[in-house]
């Protein structure tokens, strides 16, 4: 199908414009459920997640009040008043007041207060954190009712004590246990009061809505701890208390219960206290959306719809077929790797990875063209400048020249151990074609080379040094004797006549390298300079100054070729003290 482009998009834009109105009919008919189904579910998992953090605050709480209510101290107290005998003896009675005076100091963020009271008055300890003097107040708790547990018990404050003492306090909870038993002459308790603050951290950072209000609540309705920051419990009708209080009384364990009642939605869950549980309360208008606001932006969603939908009708072809068009007419343009230029793309991100892509490719093919131009004159080149090293017709005019010398003076030792080392230095050279060789080999090239040189001048020394593990890896052939036939003619000749080469082989991590020294006058600072440009020189391109060092950029461009452009040639030099010249190859063991 030859549509259009404006006629394709159409026709693929339509049906998702008929699901959008489709999904705004049904976003308007289950909205408002949905949200405020949300809203409940949200409400009771928050009571959940209090009532559990709350909990796990109230156990913590109890095993450390344990660790000083069931101390040995108070241990022996209650078996001796059990007994008859006298409560504590004076050492056991500092004990037990400095472990309570300490727990209720250190812990002073959880404990409001510390007690200890026996009824016939031979023991009040007293120990509060707040300013308020309660001091009196042990003598009026009515502790007989839990003489028979003779366990830590959650207690509230205000049923153990009488109304005028109870009100105004900063705490309602309170942890006890009892000593003695209901027939001892004398009985008493102690007593940890705990912090409002502990219990009321835990709802009051859990607002569920701007009005809502969570409080703890006893079983019979009345509100222990109301939430200060809202008056929605306030609010609450007598019949709302009524059913709530009703609705209560059904829960079992730990059980979540949510109802709406009159104009509120109500979520309710004991805590581990008995008789106590936290109650959250939500105005149930602000459980739902309202119905015009709703309205207004459903017709809102409509009309944006249709909008952008018209929009969509004359913006997106325009903006998909430009950039396509021009794209086109500047590939038609490109009619073979030698006339391809860059190609200009303005347009949405497809279209412009498009063009860099065909830009990319025809970098590649400029590049891949010119790679097999250069390495088809590179490998030529290199091959007649490796003969041009290899066939060096004055070295060997020159040693013949000096054999003919040696053999007129009778001196045929000398004139047949230099032959000896001029075959030797040529079959090395040649080594049947090969290119690689191994280091010894290399090694005994370079070793025939400078006894040749030695026999003819003798105003040097030469030493060569090889660890016997890198004798037999392999190294590109004839990379050495250019090197050192610079350190001989211009290294040591022109300033010594006792001057000494060293050729040293050394694996240096992953890298074989080979040092050629020489203690002569060294490299002048602008020759050394031109040097260095003409080792930057791409391969096997000679420029007029790159000849007067052709043997060591010589030496570089085969050694790039054969392991890889980052190979290069270093040269330290320091005038009158010599110079050393570093080849570093691959370690390679074949």
């Not at 391809?340 to 400029?366: C, F, K, L, P, S």
């Not at 080379?449 to 037999?472: A, C, G, M, N």
Request: proline share 3%; hydrophobic share 40%; with cysteine.
């Amino acid at each position: 199908m030859n549509l259009p482009i404006r006629t394709a998009l159409t026709i693929m834009l339509f049906p998702f414009f008929l699901f959008l109105i489709f999904c705004c009919f049904v976003f308007y008919f289950s909205g408002i459920h949905h949200y405020s189904g949300l809203v409940k579910e949200n409400a009771q998992t928050i009571v959940h997640q209090s009532r559990d953090s709350l909990n796990r605050e109230i156990e913590n709480i109890q095993e450390m009040a344990e660790g000083i209510l069931s101390a040995r101290a108070f241990y022996n107290m209650d078996y001796n008043l059990e007994n008859g005998n006298n409560p504590i003896t004076p050492v056991e009675y500092l004990q037990l007041d400095t472990s309570v005076t300490q727990f209720v100091r250190h812990y002073s963020v959880y404990m409001d207060f510390g007690g200890i009271y026996l009824s016939d008055n031979s023991i009040y300890y007293w120990l509060s954190n707040q300013e308020s003097d309660d001091s009196g107040m042990l003598r009026n708790v009515d502790y007989t009712q839990y003489l028979s547990e003779n366990t830590l018990e959650w207690i509230q404050l205000d049923e153990l004590l009488p109304e005028e003492m109870s009100e105004g306090k900063t705490c309602h909870f309170a942890i006890i246990k009892t000593v003695g038993d209901e027939e001892s002459k004398v009985s008493g308790f102690g007593i940890m009061g705990i912090r409002d603050d502990v219990f009321l951290n835990q709802i009051q950072n859990s607002r569920l809505t701007f009005s809502s209000s969570m409080a703890f609540i006893r079983r019979d309705g009345e509100i222990i701890t109301p939430d200060s920051e809202n008056n929605t419990l306030d609010n609450l009708t007598e019949s709302d208390r009524k059913n709530i209080e009703v609705k209560m009384k059904e829960v079992r364990g730990e059980e979540v219960l949510s109802f709406e009642t009159g104009d509120y939605y109500v979520v309710y869950t004991p805590i581990v206290i008995k008789d106590i549980g936290i109650l959250a309360v939500i105005p149930t208008k602000e459980l739902y959306m309202s119905l015009n606001d709703f309205t207004h932006i459903f017709l809102f969603t409509i009309l944006a719809a249709v909008f952008i939908f018209i929009v969509l009708y004359f913006v997106i072809p325009n903006y998909f077929s430009t950039p396509v068009m021009k794209l086109l007419g500047q590939m038609r343009q490109i009619n073979g790797p030698n006339d391809a230029g860059m190609i200009g793309v303005d347009g949405y991100r497809e279209i412009n990875q498009i063009g860099t892509g065909i830009n990319e490719m025809i970098g590649r093919i400029h590049a891949l063209t010119e790679s097999i131009q250069h390495e088809m004159t590179a490998k030529q080149a290199t091959q007649l400048q490796y003969l041009f090293a290899q066939i060096n017709p004055h070295f060997l005019y020159n040693t013949l020249d000096c054999i003919r010398e040696l053999c007129v003076c009778r001196e045929n030792e000398k004139a047949a151990e230099m032959i000896d080392q001029l075959a030797a230095f040529y079959r090395i050279g040649v080594s049947k074609g090969k290119s690689y060789i191994t280091i010894e080999d290399e090694l005994r090239h370079i070793t025939s080379y400078l006894s040749i040189l030695q026999t003819r001048f003798e105003d040097f020394q030469f030493r060569v040094e090889v660890p016997e593990e890198l004798k037999y890896c392999y190294t590109l052939r004839m990379i050495l004797q250019p090197i050192v036939e610079n350190a001989v003619y211009h290294g040591i000749r022109p300033y010594k006549t006792d001057g000494i080469v060293e050729i040293i082989v050394r694996k240096e991590e992953e890298l074989i390298a080979f040092h050629v020294k020489d203690d002569g006058g060294g490299i002048a600072e602008d020759v050394l300079e031109g040097i260095c440009k003409s080792l930057d020189e791409p391969i096997c391109e000679y420029t007029e100054k790159s000849y007067g060092v052709y043997g060591i950029k010589n030496v570089q461009d085969r050694i790039q070729l054969a392991y890889g452009k980052q190979y290069k040639i270093q040269i330290e030099t320091e005038p009158d003290c010599g110079t050393e010249i570093i080849v570093s190859i691959p370690y390679k063991e074949k």
